[in-house]
């Protein structure tokens, strides 16, 4: 029997669709972030469909970030947060059973860019809370939950720096997949004072302007962070799973 030309037609449900239809027009910029949406009842009736389908709609849209609702009624564009984005892309890569390896070799590329970008880019604000993140780490190579949460904020700082949104969104679903390796690292290795000595090189040869140090040794770090991984034992082809922290990330305020 020959194989059919064509797949089965699928149709999504109703609510599915009035949340793709609002989302277009989002992404469009026919909406822009701070709009107020029609009521439920008048989307209901501009889609033709029960209000309680707009309500799912909306449901998936609200989890998405691209809309908030303000008391009962009022419904609101809004733009999602970057955590929010983030966490969604880390379960997406996980549930494609994406590895160390693979998130190594990604980082390899982005962070050594990303620091030496950061120097054309940092104010002495950012400056001054990396001096206080590298303070902070020298007095928690105690607590290793605290150590690997400030070691991921000193990265997320400096691609904060780099005032490339693409590169923050980038790196952020990464950083949290990482997260559970430096856990296990940390304590078994005790490699903290490799980890703020590193930091430390990188900030002084930022505030010095120096790009090619910047570049050098955000390389040597991220190479040093892949040999302790292959010291503990760890294989580099085994899926990476999200943190059970970031499962329901808390928004700053």
């Given amino acids: 029997m020959a194989e059919p030309l064509f797949d089965k037609l699928t149709v999504?449900?109703?609510y599915r669709v009035v949340a793709e239809a609002i989302e277009r027009n989002i992404l469009m910029g026919r909406l822009k972030?701070?709009?107020?949406?029609?009521?439920?009842?008048?989307?209901?009736?501009q889609f033709g469909v029960h209000r309680s389908t707009v309500r799912e709609g909306i449901r998936l849209l609200e989890q998405s970030g691209l809309v908030t609702r303000f008391?009962?009624?009022a419904l609101e564009v809004t733009l999602p947060h970057f955590q929010d984005l983030a966490s969604r892309a880390s379960r997406a890569l996980s549930m494609h059973k994406v590895s160390f390896r693979e998130l190594w070799e990604a980082s390899m590329l982005t962070e050594p860019a990303a620091a030496e970008m950061a120097v054309?880019?940092?104010?002495?604000?950012?400056?001054?809370?990396l001096r206080e993140n590298l303070r902070a780490m020298r007095e928690s190579v105690d607590n290793t939950e605290a150590f690997v949460r400030l070691d991921t904020e000193f990265h997320d700082l400096l691609a904060l720096a780099t005032r490339n949104k693409v590169i923050v969104m980038m790196r952020e679903p990464i950083s949290l997949l990482f997260m559970p390796a430096g856990q296990i690292i940390l304590p078994r290795l005790k490699t903290y004072d490799r980890v703020i000595h590193a930091h430390a090189?990188?900030?002084?040869?930022?505030?010095?302007?120096?790009?090619?140090?910047?570049?050098?040794?955000?390389t040597r770090h991220m190479a040093d962070f892949h040999r302790a991984y292959d010291r503990t034992g760890l294989d580099i082809d085994q899926p990476m799973q999200m943190p059970e922290s970031a499962l329901s990330p808390?928004?700053?305020e």
């Fill in 201 to 218: 090189m990188i900030l002084d040869a930022i505030e010095k302007r120096d790009k090619a140090t910047v570049r050098e040794w955000m």
């Fill in 71 to 73: 008391g009962r009624t």
């Fill in 12 to 14: 999504h449900p109703a």
């Fill in 33 to 45: 972030t701070g709009d107020k949406l029609p009521s439920e009842i008048e989307l209901a009736k």
């Fill in 120 to 129: 054309d880019h940092i104010t002495d604000d950012e400056l001054a809370r």
């Fill in 250 to 252: 808390q928004r700053p």
